[in-house]
């Protein structure tokens, strides 16, 4: 795969220098300025966040201070050792990433936001995805994301765009299931004006578009065989052919894929390419389904709830107490999807202030599998418990105890025990 340069600008007024600097950092993308308005004008083109390293002829302790409490990274002196410079520079790379990452797993508000500003979670399970999505975004690598219907793998699809040093660049996601077969060639490749009855204009397909971004396929265990195989001739050569075209088109884009479908019972099947396979899954991500994401499933109704109510219902105040007790009793065979249209849908038509069970229009849900082993069936049981009751207090441990019915320290014990985050 292409690979995605990082950014590098040098300030240097003395021009010999500044051109053997570039030349020994001709793996990136270099800016070169020679004096401070230039330098200036080409930070005001770069993200906030950027680090500085200063490297000065002036060797005095002062200026050293200075620089560094006005925001610099690290500060030098000349004469230049490149090899000591590439260090520093590889280590404030790594420190803006780092920044990134963490700026993207922080948690903005009080619902349980988190991971990578797109999806709700307050579930070790997810957090787990969550980190990995964040490890491997700036690798320009492919990714499978694999899990059912509703999980949100398109949301995490653009988690790791927006992690990776594409994020400036199209996010272009097709679903590969929704197109009929005959248009979904012409979608992806894009075709010549008079290539087929109808083609009456050149039209640059979705991963054309994508161009310096991320290709995202959704669905891609429906792609036909026939179609497979130009995909696959794609990915290894890095160009594409548009329909009805003789020349060749250079592409730069990091493809990101996902299904539902097993797909390794599709190649034994031989309904789709091993080499394919091989090729889009560098990096496998299972994603779970909502029902083994604990405590997700009332946070999420809670966030539903609030958002549907600002846009359709104002007088709709929260959930009923009857309503999270059968939320966090369903299986959700829909997922996220199913829980988001129940929650839209009950918010419209309540006729209280707080939306209902009857609302929700859900049953007892299913009981839990028997579990025989007594301690690993107490330390689920208490695992279950304080993460449901800290999701639905939003965090707060007071609130948590009294609601499990257990003293401030006893409960802090406990998540200590269980080693459970909050």
């Given at each position: 795969?292409?690979?995605?340069?990082?950014?590098?600008?040098?300030?240097?007024?003395?021009?010999?220098?500044?051109?053997?600097?570039?030349?020994?950092?001709?793996?990136?993308?270099?800016?070169?300025?020679?004096?401070?308005e230039?330098a200036?004008?080409?930070?005001?083109?770069?993200?906030?966040?950027?680090k500085i390293?200063?490297?000065?002829?002036?060797?005095?302790?002062?200026s050293?201070l200075?620089?560094?409490?006005a925001g610099?990274l690290?500060?030098?002196h000349?004469?230049?050792?490149?090899?000591?410079?590439?260090?520093?520079?590889?280590r404030?790379?790594?420190?803006?990433e780092?920044e990134?990452?963490?700026?993207?797993?922080q948690?903005?508000?009080?619902?349980?936001?988190?991971?990578?500003?797109?999806?709700?979670?307050?579930s070790p399970?997810?957090?787990?995805?969550a980190?990995t999505i964040v490890?491997?975004?700036?690798?320009?690598?492919?990714?499978?994301?694999?899990?059912?219907?509703?999980?949100?793998?398109?949301?995490l699809?653009?988690g790791?765009?927006?992690?990776?040093?594409r994020?400036?660049?199209?996010?272009?996601?097709?679903n590969?299931?929704?197109?009929?077969?005959?248009?979904?060639?012409?979608e992806l490749?894009g075709?010549?004006?008079?290539?087929?009855t109808?083609?009456?204009?050149?039209?640059e397909?979705?991963?054309e578009l994508?161009?310096?971004?991320?290709q995202?396929?959704?669905?891609?265990?429906?792609?036909?065989?026939?179609?497979?195989?130009?995909?696959?001739?794609?990915?290894?050569?890095?160009?594409i052919?548009?329909?009805?075209?003789?020349?060749a088109?250079q592409?730069?884009?990091r493809?990101?894929?996902?299904?539902?479908?097993?797909?390794?019972?599709?190649?034994?099947e031989?309904?789709?390419?091993?080499?394919?396979?091989?090729?889009?899954?560098?990096v496998?991500?299972?994603?779970?389904?909502l029902?083994?994401?604990?405590?997700?499933a009332?946070?999420?109704?809670?966030?539903?709830?609030?958002?549907?109510?600002?846009?359709?219902?104002?007088?709709?105040?929260?959930?009923?107490?009857?309503?999270?007790?059968?939320?966090?009793?369903?299986?959700?065979?829909?997922?996220?999807r199913e829980?988001?249209?129940?929650?839209?849908?009950?918010?419209?038509?309540?006729?209280?202030?707080?939306?209902?069970a009857?609302?929700l229009?859900?049953?007892?849900?299913?009981?839990?599998?028997?579990?025989?082993?007594?301690k690993?069936?107490?330390?689920?049981?208490?695992?279950?418990?304080?993460?449901?009751?800290?999701?639905r207090?939003?965090?707060?441990?007071?609130?948590?105890?009294?609601?499990?019915?257990?003293?401030r320290?006893?409960?802090?014990?406990?998540?200590?025990?269980?080693?459970l985050n909050?």
């Amino acid at each position: 795969m292409t690979e995605h340069r990082q950014k590098l600008l040098i300030v240097e007024d003395d021009l010999d220098l500044q051109k053997q600097l570039k030349w020994s950092y001709e793996g990136f993308d270099v800016s070169c300025a020679s004096n401070r308005e230039d330098a200036l004008a080409l930070l005001r083109e770069v993200e906030p966040g950027t680090k500085i390293i200063v490297v000065s002829g002036d060797g005095a302790h002062e200026s050293a201070l200075r620089a560094i409490s006005a925001g610099a990274l690290v500060f030098g002196h000349k004469p230049v050792d490149i090899d000591e410079l590439h260090m520093l520079v590889r280590r404030a790379f790594h420190a803006r990433e780092r920044e990134t990452q963490n700026a993207l797993l922080q948690q903005p508000d009080s619902d349980g936001a988190l991971l990578l500003g797109t999806i709700r979670t307050a579930s070790p399970e997810m957090i787990k995805v969550a980190r990995t999505i964040v490890r491997i975004a700036p690798a320009d690598i492919s990714v499978l994301l694999l899990g059912a219907s509703g999980t949100g793998k398109e949301l995490l699809a653009r988690g790791l765009h927006n992690a990776s040093g594409r994020r400036d660049k199209p996010f272009v996601a097709i679903n590969c299931g929704a197109i009929p077969e005959n248009l979904l060639e012409s979608e992806l490749f894009g075709h010549e004006k008079g290539a087929f009855t109808g083609a009456v204009k050149t039209t640059e397909g979705k991963i054309e578009l994508a161009h310096g971004g991320t290709q995202f396929l959704d669905e891609v265990g429906d792609i036909p065989l026939a179609l497979q195989v130009k995909l696959l001739r794609f990915l290894q050569e890095r160009n594409i052919e548009r329909i009805g075209g003789r020349k060749a088109i250079q592409v730069d884009v990091r493809v990101v894929c996902a299904t539902h479908r097993n797909l390794s019972q599709m190649i034994s099947e031989q309904t789709f390419r091993d080499d394919l396979y091989y090729r889009l899954a560098e990096v496998t991500v299972n994603i779970p389904p909502l029902a083994a994401r604990t405590g997700d499933a009332i946070l999420l109704a809670k966030h539903f709830t609030s958002k549907f109510a600002r846009e359709m219902n104002p007088t709709i105040k929260g959930m009923s107490t009857g309503a999270l007790a059968a939320i966090d009793a369903w299986n959700w065979p829909g997922n996220v999807r199913e829980l988001e249209n129940r929650v839209k849908r009950a918010v419209i038509m309540a006729e209280g202030a707080f939306v209902t069970a009857d609302d929700l229009d859900l049953g007892d849900g299913n009981a839990d599998d028997l579990q025989l082993n007594l301690k690993a069936a107490r330390e689920a049981a208490d695992r279950k418990a304080i993460t449901r009751a800290v999701a639905r207090t939003e965090g707060n441990i007071s609130n948590a105890a009294k609601l499990l019915g257990i003293s401030r320290p006893t409960l802090y014990d406990l998540l200590k025990q269980y080693d459970l985050n909050v």
